[in-house]
């Protein structure tokens, strides 16, 4: 009987031995988690894609997140699961509980942080051109989140495209007259906020003003073109943004600077007094008289004043100006250039036989501007102003 009780009394130890055994390999597999991508999770950001690494996640595996189970979109293997997190689990800064429980009902638990999100931030924007020709802006930046409103001023605009670090916006019609004055505001689901003023105040400043305008005065069909003078006309940021009006007739800009202005007059025009009107893009204006006098032809003054007729083209000149005139006897002629201070810039002797006498003078060398062409014989004397561009 002993050795029977003997034997009996090893089985017993040894299943029992077997089945400590067995209760200690079954906590081994109990999944872990190692890390998650991202680390962390910020509010309003939207649904967001969570990659959790680890060992051990058996197929079928269910993830919780605050107890909520979620959607897996991936699984490789055991260790790498990949789910959504809804925006609505994410509303609020919070330490969530993620967990991840395997068919067996093994599972386990981690610590993830929800963060109040930065707020968003422009770094620059573009088209860095005056709105006339814009019709799409661009934002760069930081934090930018799905659900933003962008605003220039109270408009909304369109949105055409958004990502974390820019933003595409449609700039309609009807905000392109106000939109140079305005301020970027982008808006976050959340209410945090970024702004910047849209292109600065040009660097003159100041109200847009008229000095001098030449020729002022001058006979339909002579002059072709106008050179305004003043300030505060343009941006360097904004080239041609501004018209320049002759009565109701808008003017072909020539070239325009911050400071002065060169304009073509069309050949259409009656004579009479109109306004020149400088009309800049954000509403500033400024205006002066110009008078178009009926053509006439040039005459010596003096005692030869009704047998001489002097012609002069083309004007605006650019590098020769011509002089016709018809002489009754032989005279030497003196052709004299002032500018508009007095000064005489150029002079030529000429002499001249009776009847047809033509002359062509090298102006090239001028600068652009209003001259007085004076012409005598010594008894008589005929003058015109001309405009070299």
């Known amino acids: 009987m002993r050795p029977v009780r003997l ?68 699984s490789e293997g055991d260790s ?71 605003q220039v001023g109270d408009f909304v605009l369109p949105i055409m495209s958004l990502d974390s670090t820019r933003i595409i916006a449609i700039v309609p019609e009807s905000v392109l007259s106000k939109f140079y004055w305005s301020r970027i505001v982008v808006t976050n689901f959340d209410g945090q906020q970024a702004s910047q003023q849209l292109i600065p105040l040009p660097e ?49 800009i020539v070239s325009v600077a911050p400071n002065r202005i060169i304009v073509r007059v069309p050949s259409n025009l009656q004579a009479g007094t109109y306004q020149l009107s400088v009309i800049r893009f954000d509403g500033g204006t400024d205006s002066a008289s110009i008078s178009i006098e009926p053509t006439s032809v040039g005459t010596m003054s003096g005692q030869e004043a009704n047998e001489i007729t002097t012609t002069l083209f083309p004007n605006p000149a650019t590098t020769a100006l011509t002089l016709e005139t018809t002489l009754d006897r032989a005279s030497t002629l003196v052709l004299s250039v002032r500018n508009i201070l007095g000064e005489r810039v150029l002079e030529e002797r000429h002499d001249a036989a009776s009847g047809r006498f033509t002359a062509t003078l090298d102006v090239s060398g001028l600068a652009s501007g209003v001259y007085l062409l004076e012409v005598s014989n010594g008894a008589a004397r005929w003058s015109q102003k001309f405009v070299k561009y």
């Open 204 to 252: 003159s400043g100041g109200p847009l003003s008229i000095n001098l305008v030449t020729p002022s005065r001058f006979e339909l069909g002579s002059a072709r073109i106008l050179v305004i003078e003043g300030v505060n006309f343009d941006d360097p940021l904004c080239g041609l943004n501004l018209s320049v009006r002759l009565g109701q007739t808008t003017l072909s």
């Open 80 to 150: 790498l699961l990949v789910v959504v997190i809804p925006d609505e689990l994410t509303a609020n800064p919070d330490i969530a509980t993620l967990l991840v429980e395997n068919p067996d009902q093994t599972k386990i638990g981690y610590r993830i942080s929800i963060q109040k999100r930065p707020p968003p931030r422009i770094s620059w924007y573009l088209p860095r051109i005056c709105p006339a020709t814009v019709n799409t802006l661009t934002i760069g930046g930081a934090n930018f989140y799905h659900g933003a409103i962008v």
């Open 7 to 74: 034997f009996l009394i090893f089985m017993v130890l040894s299943a029992g031995r077997l089945f400590a055994q067995n209760s200690t390999t079954a906590t081994v597999f109990r999944p872990s988690i190692t890390s998650t991508t991202p680390q962390s999770l910020t509010t309003g950001a939207g649904p967001t894609l969570l990659t959790i690494r680890g060992n051990l996640f058996q197929r079928g595996a269910a993830v919780f997140f605050n107890g909520r189970k979620v959607d897996i979109t991936r």
